[in-house]
């Protein structure tokens, strides 16, 4: 029952993630303000928006990353999901609202160089396919928390197997010591009971030869 409760709310999040809409405001960068984008995610912490995008330009587009105003920025680069051209891409992630019913937002400025902004009025194709990627990214929050899950049950996965491994190998040559210390007390009991007769044997004799004596 718990499973099911935990995939129905994974599934739920999920939901929730991608009927997100994406906006577009003017945005703080620095002294002035550009025209960008702005995608408001429920259920999501900053970190994970942030470690969601990182993952997606970084490991799977390859795109070189830096910092500028406090911006993640991947400048001059191609960047096939937006377009043909070299792009400036920007985001930043924050939070704002009560603090038990917080907002992330992701928000994120595209630009072909010189800070000029991409909009729909200057480049409509661009614009489409910038608001496609930040719409498909929302549920990809989701998957991307998930993974993380797999990964770090994975990992402690392992360093149990790992602890196990060592602990059999302990358990193994702690056998062996038993096995050795058993046979070197059997032995002993051996040569105890024949140290025994010995013994047993030898007062006989002193007795019979004291017996002798007597007489």
Known sequence: MKKVFVLVAVVFAAFTLSAQEVNTSMIDFGKSQYSGYLLNLKN??????????RN??????????????????????PFAPFG???YDIYFNVSEFGKKKNKTTQLAMIVTTGNMNAITSANNPDAD????????????????YEVQQQINALKEQLAKLESNKKSLQKDQDKNAKQIEKIQKTMEANEKSLKETDAQINKIEQEIKELERQLKH
């Open 128 to 143: 489409n396919a910038i608001r496609y990627f930040l719409k498909s990214f929302a549920p990809k929050v989701s998957a």
């Open 56 to 77: 997606l330009m970084e490991n799977q587009y390859n795109l070189k990353a830096s910092k500028e105003n406090g911006y993640r920025a991947y400048l001059s680069q």
């Open 44 to 53: 999501a912490s900053v970190d994970l928006v942030e470690s969601t995008m």
């Open 84 to 86: 043909p051209d070299n």
